[in-house]
């Protein structure tokens, strides 16, 4: 089908590339506008029937002295204790306070290791509840740092002899100690929705109903502390409902005086520069997509949760963190429904300042649009041609005055020669028009391209992490030649220079394509993606200038997958193959697709990005550039 005759004028393809400049900057700048005060708003509760702070705590006194006898248990039996023997000991305890019991086996294999452990868990029956909702109070055994949990683990002990005491619980409440904080609340939360893998995970004896929310307690420490930090990144990027944060964060600060932080901004003054970090390390936990503590496990199963971890060095003992759970859970029994009022797609800023969606996903939505507007132009460039020669381009030679001067005589002379009918002349100007174009080479490249992602995908996914390490830098170096071999490969099919613009074309029109969607599930993945693809949109063949073409695919391995990796392995301070070994156990385990957006969407883009620049040794300095206007409407 033609374009409309609009499309055909030049004006157009000098446009585009600056619209979509204006739309990456646009993009970019809208992000670092968000710390401000005009475009973040300050946190609220929106559901009326949390109440939170409005209760009065009362544990203390003689519960204090539990705890600290549960502790003493708890750390005789030491961080290395078989997993059989902390299920019988706990179990005991667990039944000595009336509870129903059920304990957990559970293995898994990922990046060539196994991970078996135990869990243990007791049902606290509502009194006033009919078994169909239920709350979780979480403790693992080691927590995400695989440092003894003996203060959680202990307060879990504690609060469960001290809730059985009320008869007020309208929801069932369950104590669970899983032997991690990576494996075992997984097995638990999976086999606890009938969707594990029996028999590596074993299924659970004791059930009740529906889990409203999940709390997790990180509290390694027996020393006072000075501040709570929540941590609230699920899997995939997914958040707990706002309401949850809030509620927490307002029972800490208002009810007990406990300063509540998050993303390890131990000292967050509330100015700007504290935001944008808190709010970019926000987005880093994110785009990963990978678990953050034990409560990251139950928010794909649409159950808020998260893990409160004491931090610092102050004032507030284990008798504080008691009163903050006990007001916590209050406040979640006195929920009517599940929680929906408040936001699910959020950057907070501040413990208690944040973003909403509508005001941070068109900041994403402009980087991916950029790469659509230059697929755009390169479709219509794909397809100009002149009438008098399809397929060798036009001298670039500026007209002279005796050409201009000849070429408008014989257009007037034609004009002035009536037509076998005596009416109108018609004028036939030398205008450019859309010839057909032939997909069928740049599909089939650029879908061949998209189909090996998912050999890195398969390879890191499943090789042992004693091997990924030489694996990653073999592939790493591979890297630096695949494009060229690609590049050569495809010179031998002989493309044209539509070809060339159409693979290009193609590949930037899927790029833009996924980032949109993906804003929408994950916005931080799409938007760091989308930056660090913004020089896609400049890969061409570009055979007069090798020196510019050098430059790009520097700068295209600067910017590449497997750059990206060795910087987060450098902004964690850990070894690569910790960071793929990681990425293995998450994909086998939690279910985590942040390999699949990297290795099937952002890699085939950036190997597709370096082919068009490779290409410049390979094609003729005069494919360079289709023409795009006669000499003389250049003149005139």
Sequence with gaps: MALPQTLHSTKILKVLPFISALFVVIGVTWLFMLPLDEYSRKTYISENALLPGGVHTYFSGS??????????????????????????????????????????????????????????????????????????????WLNMDEVLNESGVALVLALARYFKRWSLWSKDVIFLITSDSRAGPQA???????????????SLPVKSGAIQGAVVIDYPTSNPWESMHLVYDGVNGQLPNLDLFNTAIHIAGNQMGVRGGLQEMWDHRDNYEDRLRTMLRGMVNQGLGHATGPHSSFIPYHIDAVTLQ?????????????????????????????????????????????????????????IAANFTFTAIGLWIKSGKKTPDNDDTEPSDEEPTNEDITNEKSSLLSDADEPTSQN??????????????????????????????????????????????????YGFSALNLILPLILSYTLSLLRPSTSNYQLITCVSLLLLGLFLSALATLNFSLSFLIGVFSIPYSFARPMPSRKWLSLVLSTLLQIVGPTTALVGVAVYWKEDVALILGEAAFGWSVWGMWTQVVVWCVWWPAWILAGVAVASTWFVEPEAEVVQESTPLEAKS
């Design 188 to 202: 638990w939360v999976d086999a606890y929705h009938e969707l594990h893998s029996p028999p590596a995970v074993a």
């Design 63 to 140: 519960e204090h002295n539990v705890f600290r006898a549960y502790r003493h248990e708890v750390h005789d039996l030491g961080r290395d204790a078989a997993p059989s023997d902390v299920v019988q000991k706990l179990g005991d305890i667990f039944r000595s306070h009336g509870l129903k019991v059920g304990t957990q086996k559970y293995s898994y294999w990922a990046a060539g290791k196994e991970y078996t452990g135990e869990n243990v868990y007791a049902v606290l029956e509502a009194p006033r509840g009919d078994a169909t909702e239920a709350i979780v109070m979480c403790a693992a």
């Design 310 to 366: 004491v931090a610092g060095t102050g004032s507030h003992d284990d008798v504080t963190m008691g009163r903050i759970l006990e007001s916590l859970f209050r406040s979640l029994n006195n929920l009517l429904e599940h929680f929906h009022q408040s936001f699910f797609f959020y950057l907070l800023l501040a413990p208690k300042r944040f973003v909403s969606i509508g005001t941070y996903l068109p900041s994403a939505m402009l």
């Design 423 to 472: 009416t109108s002349t018609t004028i036939e100007l030398p205008i450019t028009e859309d010839s057909q174009r032939d997909m069928f080479l740049p599909i089939a490249f650029v879908l061949f391209i998209h189909l090996l992602g998912f050999i890195p995908l398969y390879v890191f996914n499943n090789t042992p992490s004693a091997h990924v390490s030489t694996i990653f």
